[in-house]
């Protein structure tokens, strides 16, 4: 299995997930162009994913997903509820091809099972996702709302995971939001923390996990090299751990 995160961050989201012949595309929150550009230098292919899948509404998550269905011929696979809300926040355009699931419900892609998760996030029907082949577990576990019931027996059967580390406490509590937007960002809706982060992982090490992405880091509330040293501390130094960027692509990285 192969992981590339095309882009991680609030200005956009897209990962590539590669495995046994299938080639996935999970959110679609950069351009077309620069989906198929970062795709093509990691050796990939975008005109040959078998769909594009929808974590929630958005905009950072599905703003290109009509442009993928178009541009690329990908299907849209979302819940009912999530096509409907992004349809309405982005102007998506024309979609001709779009297949609804229900949160909870697992999707087969030929040999390759994606597991999708309910999640509190505030988007209208979110979900996280686990890809599995047979042999291997990776997880998609951005946008959670906050460390949920089964959070942490989930990460615990995975191989690797891109898992959100949004903010820093002390960085959000003193930075420039407006205190509304501090509530929501750390409220049950909101996202999850660096050290919530690393509580999650510190659970989970020594077992099956082999790495971990840390993803959706905030622009004012966080740097990569602060998430990496708080999970240092918290996990310590057995565990692998890269940092997705919001800015351009990292990996490819096996599973």
Same mark, same amino acid.
């Given at each position: 299995?192969?992981?590339? =995160? ?21 959110? =679609? ?13 990691? @050796? ?52 001709? *091809? ?44 951005? *946008?959670?709302?906050?460390?949920? *019931? ?24 003193? @930075? ?77 990285? *096996?599973?």
């Amino acid at each position: 299995m192969r992981v590339t =995160a095309l882009q991680s961050g609030s200005n956009g989201n897209c990962i590539h997930v590669e495995t046994r012949g299938v080639s996935l595309i999970f959110d =679609a929150g950069i351009s077309g162009k620069q989906a198929l550009q970062r795709l093509s230098a990691a @050796g990939g292919d975008i005109h040959l994913a078998a769909g594009v899948v929808i974590s929630h509404d958005h905009a950072d998550h599905v703003r290109s997903a009509g442009v993928f269905q178009r541009k690329f011929g990908l299907p849209i696979y979302a819940t009912a509820e999530t096509f409907q809300a992004a349809a309405a926040r982005c102007s998506l355009g024309s979609v001709d *091809d779009v297949r609804t699931f229900r949160a909870g419900q697992a999707l087969q892609f030929g040999p390759v099972k994606v597991e999708t998760i309910p999640t509190p996030h505030d988007g209208a029907d979110g979900t996280a996702f686990v890809i599995d082949d047979g042999p291997r577990r990776f997880g998609i576990l951005t *946008d959670l709302g906050h460390v949920f *019931d089964g959070l942490g027996e989930l990460v615990g059967s995975l191989d690797a995971v891109l898992l959100e580390s949004n903010y820093d406490p002390q960085m959000l509590a003193s @930075g420039p939001y407006p205190a509304f937007l501090k509530r929501r960002i750390r409220g049950p809706s909101g996202h999850i923390s660096n050290i919530e982060s690393a509580e999650l992982l510190a659970r989970c090490a020594g077992r099956r996990l082999r790495w971990a992405c840390l993803g959706h880091l905030s622009e004012h509330n966080n740097r990569p090299e602060l998430a990496i040293a708080t999970h240092r501390q918290i996990v310590g130094s057995g565990l692998a751990l890269h940092v997705a960027s919001r800015y351009g692509s990292v990996g490819p990285f *096996d599973v």
